[in-house]
C-alpha cells in the first residue's frame, strides 16, 4: 500500500506555544490530504481537508486560525497547532489520497501531542 | 446528518473462531465502503474496500456490503490474538471527499 509519513511522532510541549506536524506522501503524490484528531477510546474526527494548492476546508467547530493548514506541494501538508493548550492533547492523524476518483486514503502513522 | 453505526464492544471471541463486525449507515446513497483496523496507539490501516453488494473476500476476511439494508459487516475467519484491535467501519460520501468513520468496535480475540 501507499506509504505516508508524519514528523514528529510525538511532541511534548508548554502552554502556549505552537507545534508543527509534518504528513508526507512518500510514493505518490497526494492531490488531498485529510487531517483528523482522535482523543482516547474515540473515534476519528475530520478537522479538515485540504488540497495542493488551495485553502483547507474545516469542520464545523475546527478554529482554522488555532489549527493552521499549508499543502504547499502534492507530498507534504502541514498541520500547526497554535497557541496550544492542554486540552488540544491528542492523536493527531492525517490521511492522503491521490486523485479525485480514488476512494482509498492511507493514514500516516500519527502524533501524539502532549501539552502540559 | 450522516452517521456510521457500530457496536462499540468489546466483542470477544476464542481463538480460531469467526468474528463478526457488524456497521450501518444512514447515507442510502453511498458507493464506497472499508474497514480499518487500528491498534491501540497506532494510526487506522485499511483491512478491505467493498463498492458492490454481496461478499468480498481477501484471505481471513470477508466484506459483505447490503445497500438496501444499509448494512455492511467483516467477517474475520480463524481469529487468532493478533487480530485483536479496535475495527473501524468507514463511508465514502457520493461524489465528495470526506469519509465518515464509525467509532469503531473493540475486539479481543482470547487465546
Known amino acids: 500500500g501507499a506509504v505516508v509519513s508524519q514528523h514528529p511522532s510525538r511532541v511534548i510541549c508548554k502552554s502556549g506555544t505552537s507545534v508543527k506536524i509534518e504528513c508526507r506522501s512518500l510514493d505518490f503524490q497526494a492531490t488531498t490530504m485529510f487531517w483528523y484528531r482522535q482523543f482516547p477510546k474515540q473515534s476519528l474526527m475530520l478537522m479538515a481537508t485540504s488540497n495542493e494548492g488551495s485553502k483547507a476546508t474545516y469542520e464545523q467547530g475546527v478554529e482554522k486560525d488555532k489549527f493552521l493548514i499549508n499543502h504547499a506541494s502534492l507530498t507534504l501538508s502541514t498541520l500547526t497547532v497554535t497557541s496550544a493548550h492542554p486540552e488540544d492533547s491528542s492523536f493527531y492523524i492525517c490521511?492522503?489520497?491521490w486523485g479525485l476518483g480514488e476512494n482509498t486514503q492511507y493514514f500516516g502513522p500519527g502524533t501524539r501531542l502532549t501539552v502540559l | 446528518q450522516k452517521e456510521v453505526e457500530q457496536n462499540s464492544g468489546p466483542l470477544s471471541v476464542p481463538e480460531g473462531a469467526i468474528a463478526s463486525l457488524n456497521c450501518t449507515y444512514s447515507?442510502?446513497?453511498?458507493?464506497?465502503f472499508f474497514w480499518y483496523r487500528q491498534y491501540s496507539g497506532k494510526s487506522p490501516e485499511l483491512i478491505m474496500s467493498i463498492y458492490s453488494n454481496g461478499d468480498k473476500e481477501d484471505g481471513r476476511f470477508t466484506a459483505q456490503l447490503n445497500k438496501a439494508s444499509q448494512y455492511v459487516s467483516l467477517l474475520i475467519r480463524d481469529s487468532q490474538p493478533s487480530d485483536s484491535a479496535t475495527y473501524l467501519c468507514?463511508?465514502?460520501?457520493?461524489?465528495?471527499?470526506?469519509?465518515?468513520f464509525g467509532a469503531g468496535t473493540r475486539l479481543f480475540v482470547k487465546a
Open positions: 447515507d442510502r446513497v453511498s458507493q464506497s
Open positions: 490521511s492522503a489520497r
Open positions: 468507514a463511508v465514502k460520501e457520493t461524489g465528495g471527499f470526506k469519509t465518515i
